[in-house]
């Protein structure tokens, strides 16, 4: 059929990668001896590293200032559920920026939209063109029909499930979901207009940023303001798991059939409820996953060791994903309310997954960032 060869290749090919990063089995996390030396003997220029707020730049509202510093990037020792593409852990110099308190919300995207007109991609008819590029040579155009403006939505089960391998399980292509309808053409966002703004892609965010004279976080920048401070924990509140309801929105029961609502709720949240982080953040684990500016490369971690520090790194030059080599894809980060400690343990600060650029889902938002120089142009 026309439309599962279009649900199974366009749509799910990120997820292939997202869910089959989550499942990856675990490896023991460590770095030579000979490693460790090589990075020791590099030195970065850290004279000037911005820390301070600077004094002639007033707080924008809704942001915190992040102050500048190095730090240990990448998957701790203890992190049990760690995965390759976590490491090794390496040395990152960043300089202070300013970044949202909380992901954006309905209510800023809606303000966003009334002013430009702006369309996202959920809400425009697919163009086949731009889609057979990332496909599988010879893969059939699907019927008009199919062919429709939405966006990918979750739903539960209704039995446990032997095999989380198997996504289309509970993920469904929806024709008319899109942010203003998050879980299909008969929802809305009435009434959740401090809710982060979900199916929105990589274009869909870098439209809000332009306008709001902002920028998409770099992974490094997000890691960094996700840790808060806090150097060689496995969450920004320490290492214990047991006390992840008190400070994030995600799955508790059994995924994908039950969800106990332990930490109060079942789909997204209203931002800022849960505790922030020590830099004032909120939201950095669980609720939506956010966007970063940064090509998804698992081999990244990698080549940074044969670097040493290096100062605001921009991610890798160019994607790549051994599992999914028709696309380009960007760094994700933080997790998700679907994140569970059985299925997708992405709550973690050292936690990244990958998607396609015109990717929207349920799940899926942002936040903005600014360098200094960007505020005193």
């Known amino acids: 059929?026309?439309?599962?060869?279009?649900?199974?290749?366009?749509?799910f090919t990120t997820l292939i990668v997202m869910i089959g990063s989550c499942v990856e089995k675990k490896n023991e996390i460590g770095t030579s001896k000979k490693e460790a030396t090589k990075i020791q003997s590099k030195k970065v220029d850290t004279i000037g590293l911005i820390?301070?707020?600077?004094?002639?730049i007033k707080l924008p509202d809704g942001m915190v200032w992040v102050p500048g510093g190095i730090f240990k990037q990448g998957a701790v020792q203890q992190d049990a559920e760690a995965m390759q593409h976590e490491?090794?852990?390496h040395e990152v110099a960043v300089d202070g920026f300013?970044?949202?308190?909380?992901?954006?919300?309905?209510?800023?995207?809606s303000e966003f939209v009334n002013e430009t007109g702006y369309v996202t991609i959920a809400e425009r008819v697919p163009d086949w063109e731009e889609l057979k590029q990332q496909l599988p040579e010879g893969t059939p155009k699907p019927h008009d029909s199919i062919l429709q403006p939405g966006s990918l939505i979750f739903r539960k089960t209704k039995t446990s499930l032997p095999n989380l391998y198997d996504f289309s399980q509970w993920w469904s292509w929806s024709i008319g979901a899109s942010w203003k309808k998050p879980?299909?053409?008969?929802?809305?966002?009435?009434g959740r207009e401090d809710h982060p703004v979900v199916h929105i892609s990589y274009e869909d965010a870098l439209a809000f940023c332009k306008w709001a004279n902002r920028r998409l976080p770099t992974e490094a920048e997000w890691e960094y303001a996700a840790r808060g401070g806090e150097d060689g924990t496995t969450?920004?509140?320490?290492?214990?798991?047991s006390e992840l309801s008190k400070y994030s929105n995600t799955w508790e029961g059994e995924f994908p059939v039950e969800n106990t609502k332990k930490d109060g709720f079942e789909g997204s949240s209203p931002v800022g409820i849960f505790p922030a982080n020590a830099f004032g953040l909120f939201d950095m684990a669980g609720n939506v996953w956010e966007w970063t500016g940064d090509w998804y490369n698992p081999n990244y971690y990698q080549e940074l060791m044969t670097i040493g520090i290096v100062r605001n790194p921009r991610g890798a030059k160019e994607p790549f994903n051994p599992t999914n080599p028709y696309v380009k894809e960007k760094v994700i980060r933080g997790g998700s309310f679907l994140c569970s400690d059985s299925y997708c343990a992405s709550y973690r600060i050292s936690a990244r997954m990958a998607s396609t650029m015109d990717s929207s889902m349920g799940h899926l938002g942002f936040r903005t960032v600014a360098s200094a120089d960007m505020l005193t142009k």
């Not at 300013?98 to 995207?109: C, H, L």
């Not at 879980?183 to 009435?190: T, Y």
């Not at 969450?235 to 798991?241: A, L």
């Open 1 to 11: 059929m026309a439309s599962s060869r279009f649900f199974k290749y366009v749509y």
């Open 51 to 56: 820390k301070k707020l600077p004094s002639n």
């Open 87 to 89: 490491k090794p852990a």
């Open 98 to 109: 300013f970044m949202d308190a909380t992901p954006v919300t309905n209510a800023k995207f």
């Open 183 to 190: 879980e299909g053409p008969n929802s809305s966002i009435l």
């Open 235 to 241: 969450f920004f509140w320490g290492n214990d798991v």
